[in-house]
């Protein structure tokens, strides 16, 4: 075979773009394009392996020329997917979010935007503990191995990440910042320590915070049911942020609604206050304090007596129960078995009437509802409700009435309430929160029942260590900001149980306290992992800073984060503290937007189906089923299985390795199948036949065939009827495409299942064009670079390839493109002005199709009713039928671009309708 018009210009060995190239079937070797200047007609593995190991390392190389750079003439956008725990591998969960966020990082670049969209690692936690003391290794050596690995494994997915701004929160210089930031929070009284009842994981051995444990009462992560234990725990004061918290949620309009509403449910009505009553008891130098919520502050000088719960935290508090009789504790001793409200013989002072509440302990269901175990205590004001009246005239309790009226909030008025006696009950509601706002040693105004203050510290080594030191003269000391980070000690063994780890390391421990210089000791408790990550999002926006968490400027110039893009599983717990970090941050005037995440993007799970023995509940792999019947029944026994769908687990043999998926079938057909079936939004079951399906191969035979009749000799540009009618078609076609695919981006969903499914659409249009069509055709040219150039996005490897060949045709008919750059660094398609108007025709309401039409003739009905009778759809359709009615609409919508629709009502239902969907 000869090869046509072949010149051979080298660019770094390379044939120029530009130089026409000749077009030569070859079965037998496989060798793409970018390498030998000569076009692979087919697209099968060997060219598909071929086409990635040449395009990786190019699209590395280009990934790395994407370092943020501010440019005042571009609108910055920042898409962040949730960095990952370095568990040791990737999993589809981390392949499906990642590429969602690189898909949408491309689509903005490529539409003029500066686009950073970074990555890091939440690399602390007790997973890296555990598995470490298994494997006899140190928690660093086992987190950095795994992070070193997994890094590799994104950059052989070809993510566009801005690794040059990489965050570990292991690092001590990343968790200095951490260390900084609750150092803040200690000095403005956010942060304190208390003995607390703790939820406790007897398998992980450490402290749970509430929103750790299930519905069921066990971990979030050991799966082990929770045990209750008494310790001295430390505290942020995500109370004193509540109410802003489900306030802004107002600000968040492209939150979806049920994250929104699970977060406001979870935080509560906030329009109660916490008051703190002193308890009349002697525990030695110190007096204690008792904060009691009650959802109506208005009415607090009517408080008459205080009831706790039998779970109360002070009765397990030795020193207290101490403090009572024997024959009291006897009694509450037996509170389980019997229903009954005992009196502790010991008062609280109220803060603003000095009077003495006496205290009480009951198990009473009028009292405290069992759906209530939030609630720990009750303020006994008889005036709030009938329950809390009967309860004080039984136990014989004065009380005055502090509320006239006829129990309405805006007529009823308080009295007995000094200064705010005679106010309506509304408006007296607000000044006491007011009241109890500007006079801090009271309590906390607009509090929550349900959310309590975050527990932060945990009996583990693997974590931030907290910057505190404990002195018996000065008691807790901050670690002054000039000594952080506090580092780390490295540890010569760590066995996972009991007391914190860090007492072992006694240099580390022992230090001088920074106030008066006198022996001290540090803290060895660390932090919750949810606090490293709870602002690293405003780390990326200045990684390198030695000096700050980050400059004001910087971050200002970044955030809010424009989409964030994560797990549903972290709906609640990270999206809340993440929101509670950046409001303290924002009213430190560290930066100048109080929400962090302007648009969120649930991702949802990806399934995989297991296979449960119904009797003993063991999950089976795969090749121990037996799928010869219609039902899967266990080989060895024969007994019939549970088959379901579940989030994929190593424990549930339903997982998919990634790395076998990505040598089987390719990078970019892996990103495609994770992509193309659901919304992101959905839980995906994975199917591996979905990348027997890949249509990749049928877009290569589309460039294949362009490249193959451009280069032929004696094209022609012949302007028939029939060409002008596929050109008709085809232009409409791209421009709907575009229109669809730049909306689906940019909806609230961002669903890119739609915009897979419209490039298919497109592809399939393209692949029914004439050869003349295709030999001469601007609109096809344009057309099918527009297609390559919108599949870019999902696998950049084969596109590259495609537009490698497209650029070096010998004939271009079109001028949109820059064909010295490659398709990454394309422009977005933008739709073509046209003098075309898609026609949506209906009869009965049914679709049947629809045709180009003039522009022109948009508003005239019987000349586009004329052009439907004359056109094939309409000679198939409605020849040989009595029309009743036509309805014409002028200005419908059709796949985001604006159409005309014309709907034929036929008289009688006797002419059957075929009916034909769209393209």
């Avoid at 701004?165 to 930031?181: A, I």
């Avoid at 939030?374 to 009380?399: N, T, Y």
């Avoid at 009950?425 to 040693?441: E, F, H, I, M």
């Avoid at 890119?752 to 029914?768: C, E, P, Q």
């Amino acid at each position: 075979m000869a090869q046509l018009g072949v010149r051979r210009h080298l660019i770094s060995g390379l044939p120029s773009r530009t130089q026409s190239h000749g077009y030569i079937w070859r079965k037998l070797v496989r060798c793409i394009y970018s390498k030998t200047g000569i076009w692979e007609d087919e697209y099968n593995a060997s060219t598909r392996q071929e086409v990635e190991a040449y395009w990786k390392e190019k699209i590395h190389k280009y990934n790395e020329s994407l370092a943020y750079k501010p440019q005042d003439n571009k609108e910055k956008y920042y898409v962040l997917s949730m960095f990952p725990y370095p568990s040791g591998k990737l999993h589809m969960g981390h392949v499906r979010v990642y590429t969602i966020s690189d898909a949408v990082a491309h689509f903005h670049r490529m539409n003029g935007k500066q686009v950073l969209h970074p990555i890091g690692w939440d690399a602390f936690g007790l997973p890296a503990e555990n598995a470490a003391i298994e494997r006899g290794l140190h928690a660093d050596e086992w987190t950095y191995s795994n992070i070193d690995y997994m890094r590799k494994q994104l950059k052989d997915l070809s993510m566009c990440f801005n690794w040059e701004r990489e965050v570990t929160t292991c690092s001590p210089d990343y968790y200095r910042w951490t260390q900084y930031l609750f150092v803040k929070m200690f000095k403005a009284g956010l942060a304190y320590q208390k003995e607390a009842l703790v939820n406790w994981d007897p398998v992980d051995q450490t402290v749970l915070a509430n929103e750790q444990v299930d519905e069921n009462g066990c971990s979030w992560r050991s799966g082990a049911k929770v045990e209750k234990r008494l310790l001295k725990q430390w505290f942020l004061k995500q109370q004193h942020y509540n109410k802003a918290l489900v306030e802004s949620l107002e600000d968040l309009p492209d939150w979806p609604s049920g994250v929104k509403g699970m977060q406001a449910a979870w935080i509560g009505d906030c329009d109660g206050c916490t008051v703190n009553f002193k308890l009349q008891i002697n525990l030695g130098d110190s007096s204690f304090i008792l904060p009691i919520h009650t959802p109506t502050p208005e009415l607090i000088y009517g408080a008459a007596y205080i009831v706790l719960a039998p779970y109360h935290t002070l009765l397990s508090k030795t020193e207290f129960m101490q403090c009572l009789s024997e024959e009291v504790r006897n009694r509450i001793q037996k509170l389980d078995k019997t229903t009954q409200d005992i009196d502790l013989g010991i008062c609280a002072v109220h803060p603003l009437t000095n009077q003495l509440l006496p205290i009480y302990v009951s198990n009473s269901p009028s009292i405290f509802n069992e759906d209530e175990t939030h609630i720990e205590c009750r303020l006994g004001i008889p005036s709030a409700s009938k329950e809390l009246a009967e309860f004080a005239v039984h136990h014989g309790i004065d009380f005055v009435p502090v509320l006239v009226g006829e129990e309405d909030l805006d007529s009823d008025v308080l009295i007995n309430s000094k200064q705010f006696s005679g106010l309506a009950r509304n408006k007296g509601r607000v000044a006491v929160l007011d009241y109890v706002k500007d006079n801090n040693s009271l309590g906390e105004a607009w509090t929550s029942p349900r959310q309590h203050d975050w527990l932060v510290s945990r009996q583990r080594y693997w974590g931030t260590p907290l910057p505190i030191i404990h002195c018996e003269k000065c008691k807790a000391v901050p670690v002054p900001e000039s000594d952080l980070p506090v580092i780390l000690p490295k540890l010569k063994s760590v066995s996972g149980k009991g007391i914190s780890p860090l007492l072992q390391a006694t240099d580390w421990l022992n230090v001088k306290c920074p106030q008066c210089g006198g022996d001290a000791k540090r803290e060895t408790d660390t932090m919750d992992t949810f606090v490293d990550s709870a602002w690293y999002f405003l780390r990326y926006t200045d990684p390198h800073n030695e000096t700050e968490p980050f400059v004001k400027d910087k971050a200002d110039s970044l955030m809010p984060v424009d989409m964030y893009v994560g797990g549903q599983e972290h709906a609640l717990l990270h999206l809340l503290y993440a929101r509670f970090f950046n409001h303290f941050i924002h009213d430190q005037k560290m930066v100048s937007h109080k929400e962090p995440f302007k648009r969120l993007l649930v991702q949802g799970l990806v399934k995989g189906q297991s296979y449960k023995v119904a009797s003993t509940g063991q999950y089976l792999a795969p090749h121990q089923v037996d799928f010869s019947d219609d039902e899967p029944v266990a080989k060895e026994t024969g007994e019939k299985l549970i088959v379901q769908w579940e989030k994929m687990s190593k424990s549930k043999h339903n997982g998919v390795n990634p790395e076998e998926l990505l040598a089987k079938y390719g990078t970019d057909a892996v990103r495609i199948a994770v992509l193309k079936n659901v919304p992101p939004r959905q839980d995906m079951l994975w199917d591996e036949q979905d990348l027997e399906g890949d249509w990749i191969p049928n877009v290569w035979k589309l460039v294949s065939r362009f490249i193959k009749l451009r280069n032929e000799l004696g094209n022609t540009n012949k302007q028939t009827q029939d060409v002008e009618r596929q050109e008709d078609e085809i232009k409409i076609k791209c421009n709907e495409t575009i229109n669809m695919i730049t909306e689906s981006y940019q909806s609230r969903n961002t669903t890119l299942n739609l915009v897979i499914n419209n490039l298919i659409g497109l592809a399939n249009r393209l692949a029914k064009a004439s050869d003349h069509i295709i030999k001469s055709s601007t609109t096809y040219e344009r057309a099918l670079c527009s297609l390559v150039i919108m599949v870019a996005p999902f696998a950049p490897h084969v596109t590259s390839e495609m537009w490698k060949g497209i650029a070096g045709v010998s004939n271009h008919a079109a001028a949109d493109f820059d064909l010295e750059k490659d398709v990454l660094e394309q422009q977005w398609p933008q739709a073509i002005e046209s003098d075309l108007l898609p026609l949506i025709i209906k009869v009965n309401n049914n679709n049947i199709g629809k045709i180009p039409v003039p522009l022109q003739h948009r508003q005239n009905q019987d000349t586009l009713q004329d052009l439907v009778m004359k056109s094939a759809i309409g000679r198939e359709h409605l020849n040989n039928v009595q029309i009743r009615k036509v309805i014409y609409n002028p200005s419908a919508k059709f796949k985001g671009s604006t159409a005309a629709l014309i709907n034929f009502v036929l008289e009688t239902n006797k002419q059957k309708v075929k009916k034909k969907s769209s393209e």
